[in-house]
Nanobody, 115 residues
Framework: VQLQASGGGLVQAGGSLRLSCAAS????????TGWYRQAPGKQRELVAG???????DYADSVKGRFTISRDNAKNTVYLQMNSLKPEDTAVYYC??????????WGQGTQVTVSS
C-alpha cells in the first residue's frame, strides 16, 4: 500500500486547509484509515480516523473544527481543518491499517499555523 499525502502549507490562525491522502497498491484489505500528527518534541498522535467497523474518532483538541471524510471511488481520505490554531502546527501523516494489522504511512505534510 502506498499513501500520498498533500495539502499542507502555511496559514494564519483561524484559517482552513484540506489535506488529501490517496491510496494505491494492495488496498483491498484496508480496514482503517486516519490522520496523525507530530509536533516537534512531541509524540505522534491520532487526529481523526475511520476505525474498523466504520466509526469515526477525533482527538478532543480538534472536535468541532476538523472533519475526516473519504471518497471510496478515488481511494482518497480527506481532512478538512477549520479554525486552525498555532497549536495545530505539526507534520501530518496519513495512515492505513490492513486486515492483518500492518500499518502503512504516507510521507507527511507540514501544516504551519501562524498567530
Amino acid at each position: 500500500v502506498q499513501l500520498q499525502a498533500s495539502g499542507g502549507g502555511l496559514v494564519q490562525a483561524g484559517g482552513s486547509l484540506r489535506l488529501s491522502c490517496a491510496a494505491s497498491g494492495s488496498i483491498f484489505g484496508i480496514v482503517a484509515t486516519g490522520w496523525y500528527r507530530q509536533a516537534p518534541g512531541k509524540q505522534r498522535e491520532l487526529v481523526a480516523g475511520f476505525a474498523h467497523g466504520g466509526s469515526v474518532d477525533y482527538a478532543d483538541s480538534v472536535k468541532g473544527r476538523f472533519t475526516i471524510s473519504r471518497d471510496n471511488a478515488k481511494n482518497t481520505v480527506y481532512l478538512q481543518m477549520n479554525s486552525l490554531k498555532p497549536e495545530d502546527t505539526a507534520v501530518y501523516y496519513c495512515n492505513a491499517v490492513n486486515i492483518i494489522h500492518n500499518n502503512f504511512w504516507g510521507q507527511g505534510t507540514q501544516v504551519t499555523v501562524s498567530s
